[in-house]
């Protein structure tokens, strides 16, 4: 599962609609929005997702179904695909790796309403050992030809108030950063957050582009450890706002590659699902 994407300039306002509870955005925000697609030419999450599923059922020999939470397909519209394929169990895995009940959550949320079979949910993988060394990786590489003086972790900010409601998001994420670091000897590293909405209320922080403006360094890297695919949020909010952000402060900014369909991520999803199909067995036998 995914956060889905819209289909072409004439899908942004209803799938906006949709994120906002079936409030459409304001003829100005919708005005932004449009822009910020054309200048990445769209965005490619759902396709991403749907060959990410393909992956992963050549790596599993597993049936295996995409669904969007925000446009078709739907998660409902997946497990009734599940469904009609006989499938009897089901595991649920959001395409993000940091659990927070307000995202994650709402994942798990819309498919037990449309599934009412067996179902393992996977909540989140930001520890899980196959995916701390995907993330070395992409560091790694990222790194063979650019030396930063320091290093930002980011992910999707959220409403502060999830930590007020004792949500662990942020300490999630900064258990991943730990493990990357030590693993890559880091010692530059900062967790920033990204892509905060305009609701009128705090969010978490800090941002990104703040922690930019206060940095005293020449060259940085971005490693967005809280995203697995390139979208709005990788290819405007990061390659286009905050490295022309970057560059008028005088940094050279870059990012690691998105994982996308990569086989490395794969092979980090299988071992996430056998693991969690394992655990879900185990807990069935002390049953």
């Known amino acids: 599962m995914a956060y889905g994407s819209p289909d072409g300039e004439?899908?942004?306002?209803?799938?906006?609609?949709?994120?906002?509870?079936?409030?459409?955005?304001?003829?100005?925000?919708?005005?932004?929005?449009?822009?910020?697609?054309?200048?990445?030419?769209?965005?490619?999450?759902?396709?991403?997702?749907?060959?990410?599923?393909?992956?992963?059922?050549?790596?599993?020999?597993?049936?295996?179904?995409?669904?969007?939470?925000?446009?078709?397909?739907?998660?409902?519209?997946?497990?009734?695909?599940?469904?009609?394929?006989?499938?009897?169990?089901l595991v649920g895995l959001p395409l993000a790796p940091h659990y927070a009940d307000m995202s994650l959550g709402a994942y798990e949320t819309s498919l037990r309403h449309a599934w009412d079979g067996e179902l393992v949910f996977i909540r989140g993988f930001h520890d899980h050992p196959a995916f701390i060394a995907a993330v070395r990786t992409v560091l790694a590489e990222a790194m063979t030809d650019f030396a930063p003086e320091?290093?930002?972790?980011?992910?999707?900010?959220?409403?502060?108030?999830?930590?007020?409601?004792?949500?662990?998001?942020?300490?999630?994420?900064?258990?991943?950063?730990?493990?990357?670091?030590e693993g890559a000897g880091l010692r530059g590293w900062e967790l920033a957050f990204q892509s905060a909405s305009h609701t009128g209320e705090p969010w978490l922080g800090p941002d990104l582009l703040e922690s930019l403006a206060h940095a005293r360094v020449k060259r940085a890297l971005v490693c967005p450890i809280g995203f697995v695919a390139d979208h709005l949020e990788i290819l405007y909010d990061i390659d286009v706002e905050a490295i022309s952000f970057a560059r008028e402060h005088g940094m050279e900014l870059r990012r690691t590659a998105s994982f996308n369909a990569r086989p490395e991520f794969i092979d980090a999803l299988a071992?996430?699902?056998?693991?969690?199909?394992?655990?879900?067995?185990?807990?069935?036998a002390r049953a």
């Open 10 to 89: 004439e899908g942004v306002e209803p799938y906006y609609t949709h994120i906002r509870g079936g409030r459409p955005p304001s003829p100005e925000a919708l005005a932004e929005l449009h822009e910020r697609y054309r200048t990445i030419g769209g965005s490619p999450l759902t396709a991403i997702t749907q060959a990410q599923a393909r992956a992963l059922a050549d790596r599993l020999e597993l049936p295996v179904f995409a669904g969007m939470k925000h446009a078709p397909p739907f998660i409902a519209d997946a497990a009734a695909e599940a469904r009609a394929a006989g499938i009897s169990q």
């Open 150 to 181: 320091r290093v930002y972790f980011t992910a999707h900010s959220l409403p502060a108030r999830i930590e007020a409601a004792g949500d662990l998001y942020r300490e999630r994420l900064l258990e991943s950063c730990r493990l990357v670091a």
């Open 271 to 284: 071992a996430v699902v056998l693991d969690a199909l394992k655990s879900g067995s185990q807990a069935r």
